[in-house]
């Protein structure tokens, strides 16, 4: 008996088994094809949505919770011949004078004109 008669006669003999099998074969393809198709869609608008709120900017300098002098971005700009723009950002709770209206956990940034600058480079 040749392999391909073999594969007839069971195919034959066990139908519905054979029949599951390619279902759940060809449902496992959709799925796997479908995350993968909307990984790269998200992976690409995620790209997207960086790049424009960052533009240009590759590099950053955070100091945890001490903070820089604005030197230190004169210092690198002047030596490097690099776009830089000192920028603070600190964590606060914003308020609505007269009431008890609190909201926690607000990110301030501060960024001066240089920013848009380096940004937009």
Do not use: C
């Not at 608008?45 to 230190?72: K, Y």
């Amino acid at each position: 008996m040749n392999p391909f008669r073999l594969i007839i006669r069971s195919i034959r003999h066990y139908p519905w088994a054979v029949l599951a099998t390619a279902a759940g074969i060809a449902i496992t393809t959709t799925i796997i094809t479908g995350a993968l198709i909307t990984g790269h869609s998200l992976t690409r608008s995620l790209e997207q949505i960086v790049h424009l709120r960052l533009g240009e900017v590759t590099h950053t300098i955070t100091a945890g919770d001490r903070l820089f002098t604005q030197n230190l971005a004169e210092k690198l700009s002047s030596q490097d011949n690099l776009a830089v723009s000192p920028v603070l950002k600190t964590e606060a709770i914003a308020s609505v004078q007269g009431t008890d209206a609190r909201l926690g956990n607000v990110q301030v940034w501060g960024v001066d004109e240089a920013f848009a600058e380096v940004t937009n480079a």
